[in-house]
């Protein structure tokens, strides 16, 4: 009897780590396939992310698995504070001032590629701090840039419309808008069927005019 009930046990554990399992593969980031629109020339993709998701660092990654490239992530010199609230209200002084934090030196040198996607948190409507900071002193005239972001539902607001005016000289394509959350495919929000993935991506880069 005793073994009876232990191996049902064994049965039924395995049958929920089973379960467990096909749960977590499904939450994968799926392996991006290349695209057929890519652009020619070098390509870079630049990247500011913030939060411990890592939304945006996470499209980016998509974006460079299409496209092929060079990615490099952006690193404040000062990180910003470990708390929400406290990144908040530094974030808020920064666009209130249009103050920029230093950033570490990326590792690939801007004005070597044609192509830039240039990817951010929406912060306050708009681009994140050090990515204005990398626009600003990136010499990006004559180039392609391509802006995306994620934001946590509000939209990008501003964001496009900000990497635009810091880059009079170049030509910024459509932006791609995602909601961050979602991004690690879970549903989120009240009964939000929208996910967004690696797909929403691979559209965005298919519909682009290069
Ligand atoms: C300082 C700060 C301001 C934010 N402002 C907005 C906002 O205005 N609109 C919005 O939808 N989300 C806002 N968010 C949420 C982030 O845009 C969202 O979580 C994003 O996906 C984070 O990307 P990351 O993981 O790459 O840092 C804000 C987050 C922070 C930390």
């Known amino acids: 009897m005793f073994i009876g009930i232990s191996v049902v046990a064994v049965i039924l554990l395995v049958a929920v780590c089973g379960l467990v399992y096909v749960g977590c593969a499904r939450d994968n980031t799926p392996a991006p396939a290349s695209v057929a629109n890519r652009p020619s020339g070098k390509i870079l993709t630049v990247v500011y992310s913030e939060s411990k998701t890592k939304s945006t660092l996470t499209v980016a990654k998509w974006i460079q698995g299409y496209v092929g490239g060079d990615l490099a992530e952006i690193q404040p010199v000062t990180p910003y504070p470990e708390s929400y609230a406290k990144v908040i209200l530094v974030?808020?002084?920064?666009?209130?001032?249009?103050?920029?934090?230093?950033?570490?030196?990326?590792?690939?040198?801007?004005?070597?590629?044609?192509?830039?996607?240039?990817?951010?948190?929406?912060?306050?409507?708009?681009?994140?701090?050090?990515?204005?900071?990398?626009?600003?002193?990136?010499?990006?005239?004559?180039?392609?840039?391509?802006?995306?972001?994620?934001?946590?539902?509000?939209?990008?607001?501003?964001?496009?419309?900000?990497?635009?005016?810091a880059c009079p000289e170049s030509t910024v394509l459509p932006g791609l808008a995602l909601r961050g959350p979602n991004i690690i495919q879970r549903k989120m929000g009240r009964g939000s069927e929208v996910l967004s993935s690696a797909a929403h991506v691979a559209e965005w880069l298919e519909s682009l005019k290069w």
């Open 91 to 165: 974030a808020k002084k920064e666009l209130d001032s249009q103050t920029w934090p230093e950033i570490q030196p990326l590792p690939f040198d801007a004005s070597e590629y044609d192509v830039i996607f240039v990817g951010t948190p929406v912060w306050f409507g708009t681009a994140a701090p050090p990515l204005r900071r990398f626009l600003a002193d990136a010499k990006l005239a004559g180039k392609t840039v391509v802006p995306f972001c994620t934001h946590g539902g509000g939209g990008a607001g501003r964001t496009f419309a900000a990497v635009k005016i």
